[in-house]
């Protein structure tokens, strides 16, 4: 069903430069064609005035070879040939009509002036014409097309005379055929060197695309960018529409650039403080801490409700250094630290992983899928362990008792190494899907705070794998979930 919109004729997939040049093509096509039927029609005209004159002549001088209403010329007939009479060319056609009746139809050959008539059954074409002394065209069946008048004679008889059309006709035809070949040739010509022009035309237009190509291909969002990537002043004139385009970039990646500078320096600020504090807290934690479990190993009897409370004290209290540690190791990454780089043997680490897992989870089946050989990356152990300890313990909080966890090593072909944990749980919600990665990303914040989760696990996952320039995917639907962490096998520059 049309939507009623009016449909453009521009190809929509069509470069401008293209389309300039189509378009010149176009326009060129239009005014050849104008010139080219101007030009027919006025030589179709002159040539049809010529032979009507020519015509007048012919019926003139065939008049006076049959009816002598005036003395002739010397040397013609009262009642001569029409055909005979001097000034009759080869061609020239002469039909007599008498009582409705044709009773004369001949015409001399084009070529030889011999006489040829009309055909019986062909004559009756010749009573359609009008008799009012006026030249009309009209087809006399296989002797072509006529330029033919018709005028009643003083005994009341009509006289038919008619000139070929056959040369004007081939007059015409061969100067169509001639304006359309150099149409042709110039519009072929118009079009090369259109692309050409167009071409060099757009040519700051092409440096300002690039430009901006350039800008699109840098890191806008994250770190520190130094957005120094500018259109050449030569493309910034504003007095041309190339140069207004450039100089409107340059102004907004000028204000783009401000704006990224701002962002860093409130985000370096923000990492500041969260290391700072996260700094600074773990001293009071660990001294609440302490006073807690100090207490708890007293010889003194405490009341039920004291005793209540301050486990309750230390189990927040190791909540909240947990909390504190986890933000200060992404304080750590987002700033850039480097990692030691060490050959770390992921089958070992795997193994460890999942024996603890198995210990804090006994309630769960897990699995492994290594390979025969141990496996090889390079990377920081300790945050590489602390990948599997949070992925395995994203699988045992979120899913119930009974569920099913495998974790396995994969080598790719481009040497690259493959990490998956696999559960056969309810399934990720599709809503948190796409943000699962994200700082205090929950599916359910009641039960994730009763087992202790802060909501910083896989983003801790997904930041260092990324300072191992890495990458980590997760595919969930109910009944299947996998985390993929893929490693390159060679240490990073």
Known sequence: MSS???RSWRPSGWSLRARLVAEQIVLLAVVCLIVGVVTVLSLRTFQYGQLDSQLEHAASRAAQSVVGDRPPPTGVPRRGDPLGAPGQGPG?????????????????????????????????????????????TLTLGDLGDYRLVAARSTDGDVLVTGLPLGDVNNTLTKLGVVLGGVALAGLLAAGVAGAVIVRRTLRPLQRVVATAGRVAELPLHQGEVALAVRV???????????GQVGLALNRMLGHIGNALAARHASETRVRQFVADASHELRTPLAAIRGY???????????????AHAMRRVESEAERMTTLVEELLLLARLDAGRPLEYTQVDLSRLVLDAVSD?????SDHSWQLQLPAEPVTVPGDEARLHQVLANLLSNARTHTPPGTTVT???????????????T??????????????????????????????????GLSIVAAVVAAHRGTVDVMSEPGHTEFTVRLPGDVPV
């Open 232 to 242: 050449p002043e030569k493309d910034t004139d504003p007095h041309t529409e190339v």
């Open 292 to 306: 807690a479990e100090l207490t708890r190993r007293t010889g003194h009897e405490v009341s039920p409700e004291i």
């Open 407 to 421: 974790t396995g090593i994969v080598v790719a072909r481009d040497a690259d190494v493959e990490l998956t944990v």
């Open 92 to 136: 020239t056609f002469f039909g007599k009509i008498q009582n409705g009746v044709v009773v004369d139809a001949v015409r001399l050959t084009p070529r030889d002036a011999r006489r040829e008539e009309l055909p019986v059954n062909q004559r009756d074409v010749l009573k359609t014409l009008p008799v009012d002394s006026k030249a009309h």
């Open 4 to 6: 009623g919109r009016p």
């Open 357 to 361: 897992a198995r210990i804090a989870g």
């Open 423 to 456: 559960d056969n749980g309810p399934g990720i919600p599709a809503d948190l899907l796409p943000e699962v990665f994200e700082r205090f990303a929950r599916g359910d914040s009641s039960r994730s705070r009763a087992a202790g989760s802060t909501g910083l």
